[in-house]
C-alpha cells in the first residue's frame, strides 16, 4: 500500500473525531471524503485527509487531520474501528507521516496538523504518536498549528511531552459519567481518561502566563469531545459536567458529537441523535464560556433536555420576563449579554458607542453588529421600546 493510499484511509477514518471544530465547520465531498472550501478545479494533490477546521485563534485553516493507525483494541460500540468489526486497518510510521505532512505543507496545501489514532498499546500508540510530533518539530522545524490527542492510560512523561510539542491537546472524555463511559466503551474508564487531562491541565496551568502561546502561535489549551445520545444523558447532565471541567481544570472548550450509527458495530440499530441537539449543545455552552451563564440557569425541560426549535439563550430569557426590558444605554455588559440577538462583540460595541451619545433607534444596535430584530422584544432605546413582533409563548414541559 503506497503511502498516497494510506493517508486517504487514515484520513477518512479522523473524520469521527470532532475535536477540532463544531459541525458544519468541516465541509465534505458527496462521498464524507474531507474536501477543501474552494470553487477552482480540484488539485489533483489533494488528498481526502485535508480539511479545513477553525484554530483556536479564529482562523480556519487547511489542515492535515489523520489517525496514526486505524487499528484498534478496543471495543467502544460507537466506533467504526472498534476491535473485531471487519474492517480495513492501516498504519502509519511517524517518519512516513512527518515526511508526507513536510511536503504538503511546503507544497502550500496545508498548515496545520490534527492526530489522533487507534490503540495499539497505549504507551506504544502515544510514542509513536510523540514521535511524530517531535518530527515536524525538530527535523522539519514546523512551527504552525499542531493539536495532539492525549490516549486513555497516558503516562504522565508522555502527556508532558504531548504538551511540550502542542498547541493544543486533547483527552476524549466520550461520557458525560463514568456510567455513561461503560456504556460506550466498555474496555475504557474514566479514570484513565481523568488522569491524563488533569496531569495536561496541572502542566499548562504551571506556566501561570494568561497569554502563553504554543509553537503554532495560539494560546496553548485543552479540550475535550462527548458522544451526545447513545447511552442516555440528559443535556441538564452533560453540561453539568462540561461546566465543571471549565471551571476545576480550566478546560479551553468541549466538543459534542452527534452520535450516527456505524453498521457492523453494537450500536448499528441505534436511533441517531437528532444534529439540532448537537447544535443547541453547541449554543448554550457559549453561553457557559462567554456569556456568563451557569449550568443550572439555562431551561431544561422535563427530561433536562433543551430545546430543539428555540435557541438557549431566547428561551431563558422568555421564562424570565421580569429581566427585561433592558435598557440598552445604561445596561452593564453583563445584563446586555442576557438580550436574545446581542454577543460579546456587539454588547461591547454599545457600550462604546454610547459614551458619545445616546442609541435611539433599532438601527443604531444593527450597525453595531446586534441581531436588531431577535433584540427588539428585550430591549429599551432612551428610553422606548422599539416596534417588534411579540414571540410565541414558550412551554417547556
Given at each position: 500500500?503506497?503511502?498516497?493510499?494510506?493517508?486517504?484511509?487514515?484520513?477518512?477514518?479522523?473524520?469521527?473525531?470532532?475535536?477540532?471544530?463544531?459541525?458544519?465547520?468541516?465541509?465534505?465531498?458527496?462521498?464524507?471524503?474531507?474536501?477543501?472550501?474552494?470553487?477552482?478545479?480540484?488539485?489533483?494533490?489533494?488528498?481526502?485527509?485535508?480539511?479545513?477546521?477553525?484554530?483556536?485563534?479564529?482562523?480556519?485553516?487547511p489542515?492535515?487531520?489523520?489517525?496514526?493507525?486505524?487499528?484498534?483494541?478496543?471495543?467502544?460500540?460507537?466506533?467504526?474501528?472498534?476491535?473485531?468489526?471487519?474492517?480495513?486497518?492501516?498504519?502509519?510510521?511517524?517518519?512516513?507521516?512527518?515526511?508526507?505532512?513536510?511536503?504538503?505543507?511546503?507544497?502550500?496545501?496545508?498548515?496545520?496538523?490534527?492526530?489522533?489514532?487507534?490503540?495499539?498499546?497505549?504507551?506504544?500508540?502515544?510514542?509513536?504518536?510523540?514521535?511524530?510530533?517531535?518530527?515536524?518539530?525538530?527535523?522539519?522545524?514546523?512551527?504552525?498549528?499542531?493539536?495532539?490527542k492525549?490516549?486513555?492510560?497516558?503516562?504522565?512523561?508522555?502527556?508532558?511531552?504531548?504538551?511540550?510539542?502542542?498547541?493544543?491537546?486533547?483527552?476524549?472524555?466520550?461520557?458525560?459519567?463514568?456510567?455513561?463511559?461503560?456504556?460506550?466503551?466498555?474496555?475504557?474508564?474514566?479514570?484513565?481518561?481523568?488522569?491524563?487531562?488533569?496531569t495536561?491541565?496541572?502542566?499548562?496551568?504551571?506556566?501561570?502566563?494568561?497569554?502563553?502561546?504554543?509553537?503554532?502561535?495560539?494560546?496553548?489549551?485543552?479540550?475535550t469531545?462527548f458522544?451526545?445520545?447513545?447511552?442516555?444523558?440528559?443535556?441538564?447532565?452533560?453540561?453539568?459536567?462540561?461546566?465543571?471541567?471549565?471551571?476545576?481544570?480550566?478546560l479551553?472548550?468541549?466538543?459534542?458529537?452527534?452520535?450516527?450509527?456505524?453498521?457492523?458495530?453494537?450500536?448499528?440499530?441505534?436511533?441517531?441523535?437528532?444534529?439540532?441537539?448537537?447544535?443547541?449543545?453547541?449554543?448554550?455552552?457559549?453561553?457557559l464560556?462567554?456569556?456568563?451563564?451557569?449550568?443550572?440557569?439555562?431551561?431544561?425541560?422535563?427530561?433536562?433536555?433543551?430545546?430543539?426549535?428555540?435557541?438557549?439563550?431566547?428561551?431563558?430569557?422568555?421564562?424570565?420576563?421580569?429581566?427585561?426590558?433592558?435598557?440598552?444605554?445604561?445596561?452593564?455588559?453583563?445584563?446586555?449579554?442576557?438580550?436574545?440577538?446581542?454577543?460579546?462583540?456587539?454588547?461591547?460595541?454599545i457600550?462604546?458607542?454610547?459614551?458619545?451619545?445616546?442609541?435611539?433607534?433599532?438601527?443604531?444596535?444593527?450597525?453595531?453588529?446586534?441581531?436588531?430584530?431577535?433584540?427588539?422584544?428585550?430591549?429599551?432605546?432612551?428610553?422606548?421600546?422599539?416596534?417588534?413582533?411579540?414571540?410565541?409563548?414558550?412551554?417547556l414541559?
Amino acid at each position: 500500500m503506497d503511502i498516497r493510499e494510506k493517508l486517504t484511509l487514515l484520513g477518512q477514518a479522523a473524520q469521527y473525531d470532532d475535536c477540532v471544530a463544531p459541525a458544519g465547520d468541516v465541509q465534505r465531498d458527496g462521498r464524507g471524503f474531507f474536501a477543501p472550501q474552494t470553487d477552482a478545479a480540484p488539485d489533483p494533490r489533494v488528498l481526502p485527509c485535508i480539511s479545513h477546521l477553525q484554530a483556536p485563534d479564529g482562523q480556519r485553516k487547511p489542515a492535515l487531520k489523520i489517525l496514526q493507525t486505524s487499528a484498534c483494541q478496543n471495543r467502544c460500540r460507537y466506533c467504526a474501528f472498534s476491535a473485531g468489526r471487519d474492517t480495513r486497518r492501516v498504519h502509519v510510521t511517524p517518519d512516513e507521516l512527518a515526511r508526507s505532512f513536510d511536503l504538503m505543507y511546503r507544497a502550500g496545501l496545508v498548515e496545520s496538523m490534527f492526530l489522533s489514532s487507534g490503540i495499539i498499546g497505549a504507551r506504544r500508540t502515544m510514542d509513536e504518536m510523540i514521535a511524530t510530533a517531535e518530527l515536524l518539530r525538530e527535523k522539519y522545524r514546523f512551527r504552525g498549528y499542531l493539536h495532539l490527542k492525549i490516549l486513555p492510560g497516558a503516562e504522565a512523561a508522555q502527556v508532558a511531552r504531548a504538551v511540550e510539542l502542542a498547541d493544543r491537546v486533547s483527552v476524549n472524555l466520550e461520557g458525560s459519567t463514568a456510567d455513561r463511559l461503560a456504556f460506550l466503551a466498555p474496555d475504557k474508564r474514566m479514570a484513565e481518561l481523568i488522569g491524563p487531562l488533569r496531569t495536561a491541565a496541572d502542566l499548562i496551568r504551571r506556566r501561570e502566563q494568561p497569554a502563553t502561546l504554543g509553537q503554532g502561535g495560539v494560546r496553548l489549551g485543552l479540550s475535550t469531545q462527548f458522544v451526545v445520545g447513545p447511552a442516555g444523558e440528559s443535556d441538564r447532565e452533560l453540561l453539568n459536567t462540561v461546566q465543571t471541567l471549565y471551571r476545576e481544570v480550566r478546560l479551553a472548550r468541549s466538543y459534542y458529537s452527534a452520535f450516527r450509527p456505524v453498521p457492523g458495530t453494537p450500536l448499528e440499530a441505534a436511533a441517531a441523535t437528532d444534529p439540532r441537539r448537537e447544535h443547541r449543545l453547541y449554543q448554550a455552552d457559549w453561553l457557559l464560556r462567554f456569556y456568563g451563564f451557569s449550568a443550572d440557569e439555562l431551561p431544561f425541560d422535563a427530561a433536562g433536555l433543551l430545546r430543539a426549535d428555540v435557541d438557549p439563550k431566547t428561551a431563558w430569557a422568555r421564562v424570565h420576563p421580569e429581566r427585561f426590558p433592558v435598557e440598552v444605554n445604561r445596561a452593564p455588559v453583563s445584563e446586555l449579554l442576557r438580550v436574545p440577538g446581542i454577543g460579546p462583540h456587539s454588547a461591547r460595541a454599545i457600550a462604546a458607542a454610547r459614551r458619545q451619545g445616546a442609541l435611539r433607534e433599532i438601527g443604531d444596535l444593527r450597525k453595531l453588529g446586534a441581531r436588531a430584530d431577535q433584540a427588539a422584544p428585550y430591549v429599551l432605546l432612551s428610553g422606548k421600546r422599539p416596534p417588534y413582533q411579540p414571540p410565541l409563548p414558550l412551554d417547556l414541559a
